[in-house]
């Protein structure tokens, strides 16, 4: 006997109201009695966390490198669409793979959504930070005359400002990091509401 909602998992328990067999995934007890989620009226169905990372994984991946290509392009502001929209794949994905039907809870669909963000911008930072043209940018603003010139009217020397940008270069990469999570956790949200 095969679960109703999972046909490939093999039932553990069987609905006491309508008789559906259910895996251990489905299988809600109540007072001591197993029930499908429709007999109890239960809005979300439960995921595990550990499902949630390959869909994250493939989705966010797929935004890093699309933002990263369009970076110094006149897309470059889709960046921030790719990010939702990695959120809302990923989140499509994982009811897709695990067979669910109907909403996840709230924080899963924003975690899901959140670490494809997270992934996503983490390629892109690194891939920023480890290209020749991120360098070659932080060189010419180190080296420009108006800013030698605030540096020495502010008494500093030129070997003082490399921590700075350093500084803000990692301070950078954390905002990226973080706004880009929240996107694409807002698009998990928002793609569990619709996808019901």
């Not at 924003?110 to 963000?117: C, E, L, P």
């Not at 803000?168 to 999570?181: F, K, M, R, Y």
């Amino acid at each position: 006997m095969y679960c109703y909602y999972h046909p490939e998992r093999a039932s553990v328990a069987q609905c006491v109201k309508c008789g559906k067999n259910l895996c251990s995934e489905c299988n809600i007890i109540k007072e001591g009695q197993s029930y499908c989620r429709e007999c109890l009226q239960v809005s979300e169905v439960p995921v595990a966390t550990e499902k949630i990372f390959v869909p994250a994984l493939i989705c966010g991946v797929g935004a890093g490198v699309l933002s990263y290509a369009m970076f110094e392009t006149p897309f470059s502001c889709l960046c921030c669409v790719w990010i939702i929209l990695a959120g809302a794949l990923a989140v499509f994905l994982l009811k897709r793979f695990n067979n669910i039907k109907g909403k996840i809870s709230m924080g899963k669909a924003a975690m899901t959504g959140g670490f494809a963000g997270f992934v996503a911008s983490a390629i892109v930072s690194l891939a920023l930070f480890v290209s020749e043209d991120m360098d070659a940018a932080l060189n010419d603003a180190l080296t420009s005359p108006e800013l030698q010139e605030a540096l020495r009217d502010a008494g500093m020397a030129a070997g003082d400002m490399s921590g700075i940008a350093v500084a803000s270069l990692v301070l950078l990469a954390i905002v990226i990091i973080l706004v880009s999570s929240l996107f694409a956790a807002l698009g998990g949200i928002i793609t569990n509401e619709i996808t019901k």
